[in-house]
């Protein structure tokens, strides 16, 4: 019965974003990090052309 009730929650949820994850390098020590974000799908192109 908890698996039904939690496939009708998740149904819907998330459909016009996309989470975009972004490797940058930092300009003091070299390493690389990541950037998590939370986008609209019409903006990802745009994200990442930044």
């Given at each position: 019965m908890a698996k039904k009730?939690?496939?009708t929650l998740q149904k819907g949820a998330g459909k016009g974003y996309?989470?975009?994850i972004k490797m940058?390098?930092?300009e003091k020590t070299g390493a690389y990090s990541f950037k998590e974000e939370v986008v609209p799908n019409d903006d990802?192109?745009?994200y990442f052309k930044k």
């Open positions: 009730a939690v496939a996309a989470k975009v940058v390098k930092s990802v192109k745009n």
